[in-house]
């Protein structure tokens, strides 16, 4: 299993980003997906999770209205839409097989300033 995330970077805040995950070594389109966030010295946040066909997802409070999770199963990635960002967003976005399995893609660093 391979997750490879992208799409990080410096934002103001009120900026927007989307982040990308592309999958291999699985069947992408038979497991649902999931992000999570980790900010330093905090543990892992599930920020946003999709099934297999996309048709429920699930957000916290902390980015429901904001954040978008959603997927193209024919090129086994999955994306986060990232609206009206907020410094409290500022963390590494991680991306999972699943929603809390051990298969984790490296991250990709979000830092918004104020």
């Known amino acids: 299993v391979q997750l490879v995330e992208s799409g990080g970077g410096l934002v103001q805040s009120g900026g927007s980003l989307t982040l990308s995950c592309v999958a291999s070594g699985f069947t992408f389109s038979g497991d649902p997906m999931s992000w999570f966030r980790q900010a330093p010295g905090k543990g892992r946040e599930l920020v946003a999770s999709?099934?297999?066909?996309?048709?429920?997802?699930y957000y916290p409070d902390s980015v429901k209205g904001r954040f978008t999770i959603s997927r193209d199963n024919a090129k086994s990635t999955v994306y986060l839409r990232m609206n009206n960002l907020k410094p409290d967003d500022t963390a590494v976005y991680l991306c999972?097989?699943?929603?809390?399995?051990?298969?984790w893609g490296q991250g990709t660093q979000v830092t918004v300033s104020s």
């Open positions: 999709i099934t297999v066909a996309g048709s429920t997802t």
């Open positions: 999972n097989r699943g929603v809390g399995s051990p298969d």
